[in-house]
């Protein structure tokens, strides 16, 4: 792909997206499920160079209609299918897919996405290195209501940790348990939404939730009591 390409290719999103910034970056989806396949894809049409796809994972028939998988992708690996999903966008990306539960000897990059579906799994992840990364987004959903945490500074960490509640305070079953293709792609864009703030050094939240069936968005302050609405 030529140099001119690449700028007609981005010219649209040019005074929203800090492309250089953006560029230098190495970032990770742990878990490319519901959420984290749809947040994968919009990286590499955001313009992100280095990618790390983490997932034991491999595709069903359900994840056709609820996560955005081919038909043709049913019994592969999700992290080799969405690896293919982000170099037909962009065959220049650098996706390194690992099929693997996440472990501390995965890097994590400057920025990682958690898309898992436990919060016993996001502690873990968190605890193992997340909490060390310069921008951290958590998206969580279950059926229509949709939670995405981020955090980037001493005060949204702090607040991250608190929200990693135990695992019998969250209700059954697992977050994607119950989830839409537009619920997913949804969750997916506000993390990416307070990704380029941050890329753009604006206010970014460190915690808001969207109720689709209510029309509610709600972002509270810092010092609110934590919410356990979705898991």
């Not at 390409?5 to 499920?33: C, H, K, M, W, Y």
Request: with cysteine; glycine share 8%.
């Amino acid at each position: 792909m030529s140099t001119t390409q690449i700028e007609d290719r981005f010219v649209r999103q040019a005074q929203l997206v800090p492309q250089a910034r953006l560029a230098s970056l190495d970032v990770t989806v742990v878990g490319v499920g519901a959420v984290g396949r749809q947040v994968a894809v919009q990286l590499a049409s955001l313009g992100v160079r280095r990618l790390r796809l983490v997932d034991f994972d491999a595709v069903d028939a359900s994840n056709v209609t609820t996560q955005g998988y081919a038909r043709g992708d049913v019994g592969r690996r999700k992290v080799d299918a969405c690896r293919d999903a982000v170099l037909a966008i962009d065959p220049e990306v650098n996706v390194d897919a690992v099929h693997d539960r996440w472990r501390p000897a995965i890097p994590l990059g400057d920025a990682a996405f958690c898309c898992v579906d436990s919060i016993d799994a996001r502690a873990a992840i968190w605890r193992g290195g997340g909490s060390l990364v310069d921008f951290w987004a958590d998206g969580r959903m279950r059926g229509e209501t949709l939670r995405v945490l981020t955090a980037f500074d001493a005060t949204s960490r702090e607040h991250y940790a608190a929200a990693l509640f135990p695992q019998h305070e969250a209700q059954a079953g697992a977050c994607t348990a119950r989830s839409t293709i537009y619920a997913a792609s949804m969750t997916a864009g506000l993390m990416l939404s307070q990704f380029v703030r941050w890329l753009r050094g604006q206010p970014v939240d460190a915690d808001l939730s969207l109720n689709l069936l209510a029309s509610e968005l709600s972002v509270p302050t810092l010092l609110a009591k934590e919410a356990t609405i979705v898991g």
